[in-house]
């Protein structure tokens, strides 16, 4: 077999199986912006890329698709409903999200979680090669690096974080919180969205294990009497902005962003919230903003509409099963009330889009919504702000989202206090043409200048300095 000299661990491939009307099967890349940000670094250092093809019992051998080395990891159905759709979306995801959706606590999801972990770490090992690097994406596999450092002690270990960390008091209500931040520990570089979730995991790492932390470095112990240095800092991740641009630029979308307001009945304005539908999202709370304008009519329906693209998400766990009845209940109640014949309040689509089709809904739009409870950066408010490449549009932004960090001319909200959220969308509609420009041109600047580019090069730069290390030692 193949080694590689840098290999992606992830609980994804970067491509879908496909499989034709005369049963012929296809490998075809999936759109993720993972896999958009890591392609440049792939091509150039001949990389692998470890994770599971996406559908359960599917036994494939490694092959090699356009200049990547794929490392499928086979998951039974079982492996699916326990690490998976168990442990890693229905323990992790809530508990991480600071229990908006109560985690439920199972060993045998543990167990499970372990034996998948083991195997992912496995596979890692086997396909690195001597003094390689390996970067672990997200929180499904926080046990790999310290398995794969115990297997493989010559290769240099990145591990990347992309939801939130929680503040100590929630974190510790794991039963296995230890196992996991020494599972975590085991990378050299371990990257956050957010300064705070870097301080939360130090934090954690001090009450629990008792490890020194300085700055960004913590000392964890390696053999007797000795210390490692681990460094555990923000990364924050971006998209690629210029393929956005282009998208905006192109006639094709934006005559049918033109089409898209026709269609709605030209309203004076549009609001649009684009998630997948997930309890963090806080689309509820948009949905409850929203209807209360219309019932105080601060708003009407003839002039405004609100497009909720919800894309399908984890439709097999209970939480997300009852979350999209609420929220559809919730759309039909206030279309019900407030739509006349000609115009809707909400244009409610549970369907999942391409991307032009996405950056035209973008260009459409007056005013984004993004109203995440907890995020661990949001990639929605910096598509949004990449493409509105004419320098209009408002972008209302949760402070519970990562991306408020970095986007701080975005209007700033707390999706809890409803009538905090209902002035901001009222100032966001009535916001003059010379504000917009003024906040859009600064968020921009930003999107712009920390591209996912910049993203994976730094955090590769600070992967590289732990392999300098390791070899002059
Ligand atoms: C996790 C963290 C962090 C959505 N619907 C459609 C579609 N999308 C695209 C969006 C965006 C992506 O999916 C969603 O990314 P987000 O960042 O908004 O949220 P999560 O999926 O929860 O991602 C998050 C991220 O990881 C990266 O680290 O920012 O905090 O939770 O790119 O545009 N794309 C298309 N059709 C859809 O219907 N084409």
Not at 130 to 159: C, F, H, S
Not at 172 to 183: F, K, N
Not at 297 to 323: D, F, M
């Amino acid at each position: 077999m193949t080694k590689a000299e840098f290999v992606v661990v992830a609980n994804r491939l970067p491509v879908d199986r496909t499989v034709d009307g005369e049963g012929a099967e296809a490998w075809r890349r999936s759109p993720g912006g993972l896999v958009t940000a890591l392609e440049p670094v792939m091509q150039k250092a001949d990389g692998a890329w470890v994770g599971w093809a996406g559908q359960p019992d599917l036994d494939v051998e490694p092959f090699d698709f356009e200049g990547t080395h794929l490392v499928p990891v086979t998951l039974t159905a079982e492996d699916v409903e326990l690490y998976y759709e168990g442990f890693s979306n229905d323990t992790i995801w809530p508990l991480y999200h600071d229990v908006i959706s109560e985690p439920r606590y199972s060993r045998v999801w543990w167990d499970a979680y372990v034996r998948v972990n083991q195997r992912f770490a496995e596979a890692s090992a086997a396909a690195a090669a001597e003094n390689a690097i390996v970067w672990v994406q997200d929180y499904q596999l926080q046990l790999v690096p310290k398995m794969l450092r115990e297997m493989r002690p010559d290769v240099t270990i990145g591990y990347f974080h992309h939801i939130p960390f929680p503040a100590y008091g929630l974190f510790s209500q794991l039963p296995w919180r230890r196992q996991v931040l020494e599972g975590l520990l085991g990378a050299d570089v371990i990257g956050f969205q957010r300064v705070a979730d870097a301080g939360n995991f130090a934090r954690a790492v001090r009450r629990q294990l008792r490890y020194d932390t300085k700055a960004s470095g913590i000392s964890v112990p390696h053999g007797v009497g000795t210390t490692r240095l681990a460094l555990a800092k923000a990364f924050p991740i971006s998209i690629d902005a210029s393929s956005y641009i282009e998208l905006a630029r192109n006639e094709n979308v934006k005559a049918r962003a033109r089409e898209i307001r026709e269609s709605l009945g030209n309203p004076k304005r549009i609001f649009l919230g684009v998630d997948r539908l997930d309890y963090t999202k806080g689309i509820s709370h948009r949905l409850k903003a929203y209807g209360e304008l219309l019932a105080e009519g601060r708003i009407n329906v003839e002039e405004t509409t609100l497009v909720q693209v919800a894309s399908p998400s984890r439709e097999r766990v209970a939480a997300y099963i009852q979350l999209r009845d609420e929220i559809e209940l919730t759309v039909g109640r206030i279309d019900g009330d407030f739509d006349t014949m000609g115009h809707t309040a909400i244009r409610y689509l549970h369907q999942a889009y391409p991307r032009e089709e996405m950056v035209a809904l973008f260009l459409a739009a007056d005013v984004m919504l993004v109203t995440a409870l907890r995020d661990g950066m949001n990639l929605v408010a910096k598509e949004y702000v990449a493409s509105r490449v004419d320098n209009r549009g408002v972008l209302i932004l949760s402070e519970f989202a990562g991306a408020a960090d970095e986007l701080g001319t975005a209007v700033r909200v707390n999706p809890h206090d409803i009538e905090g959220l209902k002035d901001a969308m009222m100032r966001a509609v009535e916001m003059p043409p010379a504000e917009q420009g003024r906040r859009m041109r600064a968020a921009r600047r930003r999107v712009l200048e920390h591209s996912v580019e910049d993203w994976s090069r730094e955090f590769l730069a600070a992967l590289a300095v732990f392999r300098n290390k390791r070899e002059k030692d």
